[in-house]
């Protein structure tokens, strides 16, 4: 009796060889502080009184910085196959080139 085995499409990666960041969730990108406003969306007006809205971050007081972990690109390599996308996989015994029971139609 010998062992067949096959090579088999990842199941954590679909058999892309690659996943989406946990920490960006895939978008390669994550919110930061503004530091021109200090996170309030508002610089001091240019006459000197009231406010008027950052350029920087449109007012939201908050910025998209470059995820560090994806280096921005938001997807990762697959731990589960290392990048191949594929994963070797055991089919079972083959008996002297013997049709597996499941591939014999039933009468």
């Known amino acids: 009796m010998k062992e067949v085995s ?15 960041c946990a920490k960006c969730k895939g978008s390669g990108l994550l919110p930061a502080k503004c530091d021109e406003c200090k996170s309030t969306g508002k610089l001091p007006a240019p ?9 920087i971050c449109n007012g939201r007081g908050i910025v998209e910085s470059k995820c560090q972990e994806c280096f921005g690109g938001g997807k990762l390599v697959c731990d589960a196959c290392e990048g ?3 994963t070797e996989g055991d089919s079972g015994p083959l008996i002297d080139d013997e049709p597996a029971p499941s591939k014999i139609a039933k009468k």
């Open 84 to 86: 191949s996308g594929n």
């Open 47 to 55: 006459s000197g009184t009231g406010s008027v809205e950052c350029d």
């Open 6 to 20: 096959s090579t088999l499409k990842c199941a954590t990666c679909g058999g892309d060889g690659e996943v989406n």
